[in-house]
C-alpha cells in the first residue's frame, strides 16, 4: 500500500518558464539550507560518532520525494511506497528498520526524520536527515554484533512511525524507544538534533517558495532535476561502452570464520542507459555482513563516482536516476531476505567504491583510482569505571587514501566525506583511555608512480577492564593497485598485554574482555598504489625515508637502493633494470589471488584462512 | 595636539587616515601599495597626508595599522622553516591531520592535501608524557630533548614549536624544552603550545603553535622594517597592529604573537563600520565589504562585533580570536560562465583579480566579469570622478554578449543575471552569520564598502530586508578608519571542561581574576595606566559531550551577583535562540578567557554643512541605468558637494575617487549629519 498525501490544497503546481538565473539563485539557496542543516546538526548533537565524525546524511527532496541536495540519494520514493499510512501537514516521521524502506538506509542504527514540508496546506517538499546513534540496544554496546544471524539481535527496530501526528507530539513513542538504548541521552540529543536540521531547512523551502512562488519554485526544482538529466545523459554516452565490463571484489570474512564474499558488478550501456548488474554476487551470509542496497542508492554512487572521475563540475541531484538500471540478485549479500542481520553492513558498502572504481576505469585506465576501501574500521570498548561509571566508546578510524591520477593518496585520512577523527585528548579526557601512538604505518602505502596512503596505527592502552568489540576488512584481501601500482598492505590488530605477551585480534570481533594496561595496536589498510613504481622519482624516496613515510627496505618495492639515508644511483639503476626484466608487461589491477592469499594467510596475518562459506537456503520468514 | 593615524596596506592600494584628536578634523589618502617592501608605499603615504594636513610625523602620536603580512605569508607558504617537538608517537600529528578530506563522497579522488606547516623531516618526538588530569605519567629526558634539538639545529630550522599531549594542562615538559633549547638553539624564536593556546586538542594547539611560529620571522621583520622607516621619518610615537579580534596590540606584542593578526585586514573594516555606526545612530549592522575576487561579511549588534574562537586562513583553521568574517569568492572581479554540460550562470568564484582585470578596465581581460556587469547596466559610470579612467563599456558588452549568447537571452538580462547571481552569494554569506545565528536581519543595517559595496549594498539589503543600506562616508578608506578609531586589546584563555556541579563561584573567579590580572598586566606594560583598563570575562558553556560551546560575555560583579546559576539562565536563552530547543542535561564549563581592554576613543565624527534637502548643487549630469527591466533615466551625483539632510531620489549614482554608490529605483537615499548616505525604500 502506498501512502495516503493529505492536502488541505491540492491544486496542482503550474509548470512556468523559468529563467536561468532565478533558477541559479534557487539552487545556490537550496544548497545553502543543505549546509545550514549540516551546521544545525553538528552544533546540537551529542555523540562522538555524529559531531565529533559527522556520521549523518542530510537531503531535500522535491514534492514528489526527489532529491535536489543531499549525499545518498532519496529514499522518500521506495518510502512512500512501503508506508501504509497518511502523510499530513504537521505529521514528522521516525524510522530505522532497513527492511520497512527498501534498504534506503541500511543498517537500525541509522535512525532517520523525514518532515513533509507544507505551505498554504499544500505539500511542497520533502526535508530529511539520518544519523548513526551510538546504542540502540541488542546483544552488544553500540548495537552492532558482528555476529548476530538475525536483525532482531540488533537492537530496537522502528517501523516508519509518526513522532509528530498533525502537530502533536508522541512522547510516549520516544520514551519507548529510548528506552531500548545503553545511551538515552547521547540518542535524545542526536534525534532533536535531526529534527532541528530537518526543522531549519522545512523553514528556508517555505521562504523559498513565498519569495519565488510556489510554481516557480516548483518549476524550478523539475528543471535542475532535468539539467541533471542532461548532463549525465552526455556522459553517460561519451564514457560507457555497449560492451560488458565486469569486475569483482570481496569482502574478507564474516567474522564468524567463513570467507570471502564475492560482490561482482557487471555494467553496459543499453539504448542510451546503463545496466548495472550483480549477478554472480555470493549469496547472502549467516551472518551480519549483509548490505541490503538499495537501488537508488546505487545510483547514486554511481553518478557521484562519474562525476568524480570524469567532470567533477556537474552539480549532483536525482535527476539522472531514469538512466540507470540497477539489478541486484535476490537473497544475495547485497539483497538479503529478512530477517537477516544487517550491522556489519559497511565492508560491503565500502567494497562498492572500490567495484565502482575498478567498473569506471577499465576502458579508461588514465582515470582509474586504485583501491583504498577497507570499510569504516569501527572499534568499541565498554565497560564500568572505578567508580561505577558506565563508559561507552564508538570511534570509527581511517587508513590510507589510494593513489590517483592527480597524485599520491594522503596518508591516514578519511575516504568518507565529512569524517574527521576524534581528538586524542578528549578520548584521555573523557573516557578511560591513553593513546600511545597515534602514526601513519611506513611502508603500508601500496608502491607506484602515485603511492598509496599508509594506514595508520593508533595503540589505545585502556586504563579499566573492560569488552572491546572491532569491525574491520581488507585484513585478507588486500586493496589493489593500478596500472602497475601494488597492493596495499592488510589491516592488522594486535592486542599486548602488560607482560609482553601479544595476540593477534581478529578483524571482526565481538565482546573480547580487556585488561587495564592492555594495548590494542588498531592498525588500517594501506592504499594501493597507482602507476609503475620503477618510474617513481628516487629522490622522493630519500625524502620520505626522513620522513619516516617510508623504510630502506620498503624503497627497494620501487627498485631504489638508499644508502646512509641517499639515492645509490647506480645500484638503482640496475635493481630497476632487473626488476623490470623480472616482471613482464604491466597489468591493469594488481590483485592478490585467492588460493595463494589463503595458503600465506597463517603465515603473513598470524590468522588461520577464512573457510569458504557454504551456502544454505534461507527461507523468506513471514513479516 | 594628538593625532592618530590609521594605514590599511591592500593589494593595490594603501589607504591612510589621519584624525586631528583636538579639533576631530580628518585627512584622507590614498596611495600605490608597493609589495615588494610595503613601508614605502606607507612611508610615502605618510609624508603626503602629514603634508596635506600640515603636520609632521613627529606630530603623530599614535601609527595604528592593518597588515595582510602574516595572511599572506600563509596564503603563499612564505613561511619560516619551523621544527617541531611533539611526544613520542604523535610525529605525524600534522601529517594525518583531523583525517578530514573535503569535497563530499568520492572527494577524495580530486582533492589536493596541503603539505603541513611544519614538515614531517623536521618533526621530532621526545619521551615523556602527560595524562588527561595534567599529572606526569612518564618522565622527559634532558639526553634525549638535547640530541633532538642539535638535530633541528643542524637541519636549519628559523623557528622552534614545542606541542606534547596534554601540556594545557600541565606545561612542565614544554617548558624543560625551552630551557634546553635556549642552551643549545639561542636566537632562535621558539613557541610553547601551552603558552600560545593552553586549550583541549593535540592537532587545532599544534597546529596554532605552529602557523605562529611560521609566520614570527616574516613579520617580525615586516615590524622592524616599518618601525626603523618610520623612526627615520621623525615619527616617535607608538606603533600598533591591528588583531583579529578588532584590537590593537603593541608592534612588540604582534611580534612575539603574530598568529592573532591572521585576519587583521578584514577586521579593520569591521572596526571601522562600527565607528561610522556609532556616529550614524546604528546600534545593529551587517557589513558587506566587497572587493576585487572575495567579500566579507559580519555582524555587530548592538554596537558590538560578533567574535569566534577560530580563524580561517586558506585550508588552515586556527585556534585563535577573530571577528566572525565569513568570506565568499564574489567580487567585483568574480568571472561569470556558462559549463558546456549543465548550461547554467555561474559567477566566480574564479576571479579576473587585480591582473588582467575586468574587461572595462583595458588591462588585458578577456572573460566577463561582475564588474563588466555593472558597467554595462549603466551602474559604473564611463567615467569616473577625475576623468583619469575611462572604463571599457564596449569591450565590458562585447565579454557579457558571450553569456547572453550561452543562455539565449539578451545582453542586458544576462548583465542584471550576473549581477543578481553575485548578489545572491554575498546574500547566502550574510545569511550563514544572521539568520543561521538565530538572527533576524530584518533589525539589522546593512553597511557596503571596499570598492564595490556600495554598489551592491542596496540590491542585497533588499534581499536581507536589512534596512537601511547604508553607504558609510569614505567606503574605500573604512579599513584605514577602523585601524585608526578602534582600542587595545588582549586576551588569555584556558580550558576548564568542568561540570557546573564540580565546581563554584568562588573557584571560577579565582581563576578569572588571576587571568584578568594577567592581561591588565600586558596592557600597563604598554603604557597604558590601569584606570582606563576595563576587563571583561567569557565563559563557553554547552551541554556535557555537545561538540559546540556558547561564548557567555560575564564581568565580575555580574558573576558575584547571579553566581553561576546566572550564566546558566543565560547559557540555555542562548542555546533556544541558536537551536530551538533546551535540553535537562548537565552543563559544563569548557573554557574561561579574560579581555583586558584599553580607553575608548571618544571622537566626535565631523560633521558637513546642512542643506536644504535638494541634492542639485552635487548633481553632475544626466545618465541612463537599466532598472526594472528597461533603460531608465538616472542622475549621476558628486558626494564631495552632498550636504547633510540631502534626499537623492533613485535611479541615482553618487560617485567619488575611489567608490561608487548605486541608489535604485524604488529607494531614496538621505545623506546624514556625518555623510553617510542612508538608503531606503521610498514609501
Known sequence: MPATIVQANSTPFKTVPIDPVTLEVIENALRNARIEMDATLVRTAMSPGIREQGDAFPLIADHKGRMIVGQFGSYIGPFLEGFDGTVEEGDMIFLSDPYSVGGAISHSNDWLVLLPVFKDGRLIAYTSMFGHQSDIGGMVPGSMPIDATSIFQEGVRIPPVKIWKQGVYNEDLVKLVMHQSRTPAWCKADLNALIASCRVAANRVVEMAARFGDDVFASATDLLLERNYRAMKQLIETSIGEDKVSFEDYICDDGVGYGPYKIKCTMWREDGRVILDFDGTDPQSAASINFFLNENMMKMFFGIYMIMVFDPQILFNDGYYPLIEVRIPKGSLLKPNFPAALSGRTHALGRLFDILGGLLGQKTPEFLNAAGFSSSPHLFYAGTDKNGKWFQLFQIGFGGIPGRPMGDGPDGHSLWPGFTNVPNEFLERYFPLRIERYETVADSGGAGLHRGGNGINMVYRFLEPGVIAIHDDRWFVPPWGVNGGEPGVRARKLLVKEDGTEIVLGNKLENYAVEAGDQLHFVTWGGGGWGDPLERDPALLAKELTQGLVTVEGARRYGVVLVDGAVDAAATEKLRAEMRAARGPIQTFAFGDIETLRANCEAETGLPAPTQPVWQKFAEAAE | ?683
Open chain 2, 1 to 683: 595636539m594628538a593625532y592618530r593615524l590609521g594605514v590599511d596596506v591592500g593589494g593595490t592600494f594603501t589607504d591612510l587616515l589621519l584624525f586631528d584628536l583636538g579639533s576631530g578634523g580628518f585627512w584622507r589618502h590614498k596611495t600605490p601599495s608597493t609589495p615588494h617592501d610595503s613601508s614605502e608605499g606607507i612611508l610615502n603615504g605618510v609624508n603626503a597626508i602629514c603634508a596635506h594636513a600640515g603636520v609632521t610625523p613627529a606630530q603623530i602620536d599614535f601609527f595604528l595599522h592593518g597588515t595582510t603580512v602574516a595572511t599572506n605569508a600563509v596564503l603563499e607558504g612564505k613561511g619560516a622553516r619551523v621544527g617541531l617537538i611533539v611526544t613520542e608517537g604523535y610525529r605525524q600529528v600534522m601529517q594525518i591531520a583531523r583525517s578530514f578530506v573535503p569535497g563530499g563522497l568520492a572527494g577524495w579522488i580530486v582533492w589536493p592535501k596541503p603539505t603541513p606547516l611544519a614538515a614531517l623531516e623536521d618533526t621530532f618526538e621526545i619521551p615523556g608524557r602527560m595524562d588527561a588530569q595534567g599529572n606526569e605519567v612518564r618522565a622527559t629526558d634532558d639526553a634525549a630533548i638535547r640530541a633532538v634539538l642539535e638535530k633541528l639545529k643542524a637541519q636549519g630550522v628559523e623557528a622552534l614549536t614545542v606541542s606534547l599531549m596534554n601540556a594545557y594542562l600541565n606545561g612542565a615538559h614544554e617548558k624543560r624544552v625551552a630551557e634546553l633549547a635556549a642552551e643549545v638553539m639561542p636566537g632562535v624564536p621558539l613557541s610553547l603550545s601551552h603558552v600560545v593556546l593552553p586549550e583541549m586538542q593535540e592537532y587545532e594547539r599544534t597546529l596554532t603553535t605552529v602557523a605562529n611560529a611560521s609566520v614570527r620571522p616574516i613579520v617580525g621583520n615586516y615590524v622592524r622594517n616599518l618601525r626603523e622607516k618610520l623612526r627615520g621619518a621623525g615619527m616617535a610615537g607608538s606603533l600598533s597592529l591591528l588583531r583579529s579580534d578588532g584590537g590593537l596590540m603593541s608592534s612588540e606584542k604582534s611580534e612575539e604573537h603574530p598568529v592573532s593578526l591572521l585576519m587583521s585586514g578584514p577586521a579593520g573594516g569591521v572596526t571601522g563600520a562600527l565607528w561610522v555606526a556609532k556616529a550614524a545612530g546604528l546600534k545593529n549592522i551587517l557589513t558587506l565589504d566587497v572587493g576585487g575576487t572575495s567579500t566579507d561579511v559580519a555582524l555587530i549588534e548592538n554596537l558590538e562585533p560578533r567574535r569566534v574562537r577560530t580563524t580561517e586562513v586558506g585550508h588552515l583553521s586556527v585556534r585563535a580570536s577573530s571577528l566572525d568574517v565569513k568570506t565568499v569568492g564574489a567580487g567585483g572581479g568574480s568571472i561569470a560562465y556558462v559549463p558546456e554540460l549543465t548550461k547554467a550562470l555561474r559567477v566566480g568564484p574564479q576571479s579576473a583579480g587585480a591582473v588582467p582585470g575586468p574587461v572595462a578596465y583595458g588591462k588585458g581581460g578577456t572573460l566577463p566579469t561582475v564588474t563588466d556587469a555593472n558597467v554595462v547596466l549603466g551602474y559604473l559610470p564611463e567615467a569616473l570622478l577625475g576623468g583619469t579612467f575611462k572604463l571599457d563599456r564596449d569591450g565590458a558588452k562585447a565579454a557579457v554578449q558571450t553569456i547572453a549568447d550561452a543562455l539565449g537571452i539578451g545582453l542586458m538580462e544576462a548583465a542584471r543575471g550576473i549581477i543578481d547571481i553575485v548578489n545572491e552569494n554575498m546574500f547566502g554569506a550574510l545569511r550563514m552569520i544572521s539568520v543561521q545565528q538565530g538572527y533576524d536581519p530584518r533589525h539589522f543595517a546593512l553597511m557596503g564598502f571596499g570598492g564595490a559595496g556600495p554598489l551592491h549594498v542596496n540590491a542585497v539589503a533588499r534581499l536581507m530586508g536589512s534596512w537601511p543600506a547604508v553607504s558609510p562616508v569614505s567606503p574605500g578608506v573604512l579599513c584605514a578608519l577602523g585601524d585608526a578609531t578602534t582600542r587595545m586589546r588582549t586576551e588569555t584563555a584556558r580550558s576548564f571542561s568542568r561540570r557546573f556541579d564540580e565546581t563554584g563561584e568562588a573557584e571560577v573567579l579565582a581563576i578569572l581574576e588571576e587571568m584578568a590580572a594577567q592581561t591588565r598586566a600586558e596592557l600597563a606594560a604598554e603604557g597604558i595606566s590601569d584606570a582606563d583598563i576595563t576587563s571583561q570575562f567569557e565563559l563557553d558553556v554547552r551541554y556535557e559531550g555537545q561538540a559546540f560551546e556558547v561564548p557567555l560575555s560575564i564581568d565580575a560583579e555580574l558573576l558575584k551577583r547571579d553566581g553561576l546559576a546566572g550564566v546558566l539562565a543565560r547559557f540555555d536563552e542562548e542555546h533556544a535562540r541558536l537551536f530551538t530547543f533546551n535540553m535537562d542535561s548537565a552543563h559544563e564549563l569548557v573554557n574561561l578567557r579574560a579581555v583586558a581592554l584599553g580607553p575608548l576613543l571618544e571622537l566626535e565624527a565631523p560633521k558637513l554643512p546642512v542643506g536644504n534637502g535638494d541634492p542639485i548643487e552635487a548633481k553632475l549630469r544626466d545618465h541612463r541605468l537599466w532598472s526594472n527591466g528597461a533603460m531608465q533615466p538616472a542622475v549621476i551625483y558628486d558626494r564631495a558637494k552632498l550636504k547633510a539632510g540631502d534626499v537623492i531620489p533613485g535611479p541615482a549614482i553618487v560617485i567619488e575617487m575611489d567608490s561608487t554608490t548605486l541608489i535604485e529605483a524604488d529607494c531614496a537615499g538621505t545623506v546624514d549629519a556625518h555623510g553617510n548616505i542612508l538608503i531606503n525604500p521610498k514609501s
